[in-house]
């Protein structure tokens, strides 16, 4: 059961509102004491691999449902189902972001209310997933050390519109330059509120606080409802 | 003067027919003898730096000219100015492509007439760039080695537009699990006319063939004008 991936072909959104259209689907999710975070980050950062190590922490303790949102492929939805968490495959049809109409198609088809977590990955795309509001009750993003420090001065915008930055692929912080004070300074210069923790999805390195952040936002979250 | 930067804040283009408007600049840089080259890639792929690795290899014998676009920042293109070669900086303003509109009011600063080569460095996206015909001779994008092998499944129309691929950090290779032949099979299973080069912006390895391909290319446009 939990290997079959269900794919939904996402429908373009014709709403113009869409931030009316977030609100209303985190208002859905906030009674069903659901949490939905968005994650976003370029190609090739380790969205799906951070995912599977979070699960690898958290899926004993809560419900949890993963959104994969690509282009046209089902390789991401497929991993996470091995890993026996319930994954849908969101296709998006080349859109380049997702908004909050079609979250919620996504939505629709998990059966949330039975679930405390929900994480959605977003398409890969530093740019066009940062404009887009997709009802999520927090916002995090991946910077893989390979990408460089200076990426919070190209892509302003998305560092400064997310809660959570993990930097990942710490492994290999000795192959590549990258001044990790540097790239935090950026960071919170743009975002003074961001929390920033440095991760290894390949080793596992870092993601008990990953964990802790999870929790305690999740639990938040469930007192507010 | 070469260390000045000179930053265009583009303008939002109001054309409906950008194909139409691609086929209007690449005539016009036709007959000037103007070979454009559009290279795209995620962020942090390595545009810039392989475009220095070009340059080093070029510069004497054709005149360059380099298009650094980015949403808000001048980095890349105060680094090519360094090098000795014209740059100017594109300020998209938060958009997630160039189209052909677009290029062109960059086009209009350069004196083109005088030049053999132009590369536009595209926004770091491996979504929307791969949607519009920016007027360009021919197309270019880079891989790099941590971003992971199953980029073309995810990204197929990119791969599916460009006349060369650049396979960059090969440096690092041995560090990250990435399949070199299943990846060069995905991308000809799309794009069966692609050229595929492996390279190393840091260690210079690979640039030689890069540079071959840039003289084929750029006096076949010459004999074609």
């Not at 794919?7 to 709403?15: A, N, R, T």
């Not at 405390?116 to 995090?140: H, Q, R, Y």
């Amino acid at each position: 059961m939990m290997d079959q991936v269900k794919v939904i072909e996402i429908q373009k959104s014709v709403l113009e509102n869409n931030d009316q259209e977030a609100e209303k689907l985190r208002q859905k999710l906030r009674k069903e004491k659901t949490f939905l975070l968005n994650l976003m980050s370029s190609p090739g950062a380790g969205k799906t691999s951070c995912i599977l190590r979070i699960l690898e922490h958290l899926k004993a303790e809560m419900q949890i449902g993963v959104m994969e949102a690509d282009i046209d492929s089902s390789v991401d939805a497929e991993k996470v189902a091995q890993s026996g968490v319930e994954a849908i495959q969101l296709h998006t049809g080349g859109m380049c972001h997702l908004d909050a109409a079609m979250t919620e198609q996504g939505i629709h088809q998990l059966d949330t209310e039975r679930l405390d977590l929900v994480i959605l990955e977003n398409v890969g795309n530093l740019v066009c997933p940062a404009e887009f509001d997709t009802g999520a009750s927090k916002n995090a993003m991946i910077l893989s050390i390979p990408e460089g420090d200076d990426k919070p001065l190209k892509y302003p915008l998305m560092f400064s519109v997310v809660d959570l930055v993990l930097i990942n692929k710490i492994d290999c912080l000795d192959y590549f330059e990258f001044d990790m004070q540097a790239v935090k300074e950026r960071i919170h210069t743009l975002n003074p509120q961001a929390v920033i923790l440095e991760v290894s999805a390949r080793t596992g390195e870092g993601f008990d606080r990953v964990a802790e952040w999870f929790r305690k936002n999740v639990n938040q979250w469930r007192k507010e409802s």
